[in-house]
Each structure stands twice: as C-alpha cells, then as structure tokens.
T-cell receptor, first 115, second 114 residues
C-alpha cells in the first residue's frame, strides 16, 4: 500500500524568507504523479505544483519549486520570497496509474508566514 | 475564481432531516469526487464518478447517497446523519484523458449536524 508522510505538522517563516516543506512517500510503482496542494482558511484546496515521476527535472511554478528525489522517495516543496498569503495548510498528494484516479494525501503541514 | 461550485456553503441540519449538497463544474471534466474533511486533517475520499458512473465507494455509510445526473453535476444526498458526520465536504473534478490530471476542488460545504 502507498503511504505519504509529512513529518512537519507546523512551520513558520518570516516574510520574504525561504521555507522548505518535506514529503516522503512509499510505493512499489515506477510511474506516478505527485502534487502539492494549498488550503488557506478560505477552505478551497488549490493546486500549487505537480511532478510526473518519469521526469527527472524538478517542477517550478513561480516562487514554488520542488526537490524530487525518486530514489529516496522524497518530494519537498520550496517556497521562495514567502508572502503573507502563503499562510495555509499544505498537503502532499500521490496518485498512481491504477485507473482509480485516487489521491493519497499526507497529513499536512500548517505554514504560517510572519510579518 | 472557483471553477467547481458547491452549494450551500454552510448547512445545519438535524439528525432526522434530509438534505442535499450540490456540486457543479463546466470544465468538461468527466471525473468527479466527494471528500469529507475534518478539521486539521487531509480530505478523505468518499466517492468517485467517472463518465457519470460510480467507480469508487470508499465504504461510506448508506446515509450518504451520491448522484451524478449529468457530466456537470454531482449531488450528495444526506439522510439520518450522525453528529460525527459534521465536517467540510469537498467536491472535486478532473479530466480523464491526457495523463493523470490534477483534481480541481470547490470551496466546500461546511456541514453541522445537531
């Protein structure tokens, strides 16, 4: 069975600084997708970034980038130039091509950006 | 702007009431999902519809009854709920072609059972 682990329940960072959220997963599959979602207090889950396992290049979306280490089964999210609006719960999610389109979520990291 | 629209945003109901949650998307997505989310926890998958057919039921109690009347709409009918069913209910949708597409979530319905 696949599992996703986020070992940091809470983190804080000063505005304009850089922060890294960790995510590890366990799977025997070789082909899969990984996602980071952000859930602010407004409740909506918003896709931040995604990574295809067959791509070695790390995904980047503006201030957000990932460090994908397939052998280590690690998928960390780096937020550069943190902004107050980045305050949210961040969930790492994993999906395999099993045909069920089912996400496996980590337990989340609550990030607070301090002014 | 939210591309997946859920109504109502808040719902308070008694344990004997019958109510429905609604979800709508116009992105042409053919997979739609219901999740239950408790505070400070990740979403838990309840149901998945693909091409308007129920493809996954995660052993959800029968007091929750999903319905997908067409490719744009997803309902969740509620009856005889328990206090522990109080939670945020999230709807999501995704494409089914072109690889493993991310899910797009609505704002959710905050449900409180009295």
């Amino acid at each position: 069975a696949q599992t996703v682990t986020q070992s940091q329940p809470e983190m804080s960072v000063q505005e304009a600084e850089t922060v890294t959220l960790s995510c590890t997963y366990d799977t025997s599959e070789s082909n899969y997708y990984l996602f980071w979602y952000k859930q602010p207090p407004s409740r909506q889950m918003i896709l931040v970034i995604r990574q295809e396992a067959y791509k070695q290049q790390n995904a980047t979306e503006n201030r957000f980038s990932v460090n994908f280490q397939k052998a280590a089964k690690s998928f960390s999210l780096k937020i550069s130039d943190s902004q107050l609006g980045d305050t949210a719960m961040y969930f790492c999610a994993f999906m395999t091509p099993s045909g069920t389109y089912k996400y496996i979520f980590g337990t989340g990291t609550r990030l607070k950006v301090l002014a | 702007d939210t591309e997946v629209t859920q109504t109502p945003k808040h719902l308070v109901m008694g344990m004997t009431n019958k109510k429905s949650l609604k979800c709508e998307q116009h992105m042409g997505h053919r997979a739609m999902y219901w999740y239950k989310q408790k505070a400070k926890k990740p979403p838990e998958l309840m149901f998945v519809y693909s091409y308007e057919k129920l493809s996954i039921n995660e052993s959800v109690p029968s007091r929750f009854s999903p319905e997908c009347p067409n490719s744009s709409l997803l309902n969740l009918h509620l009856h005889a709920l328990q206090p522990e069913d109080s939670a945020l209910y999230l709807c999501a949708s995704s494409q089914l072609q072109g690889g493993y597409q991310p899910q797009h979530f609505g704002d959710g319905t905050r449900l409180s059972i009295l």
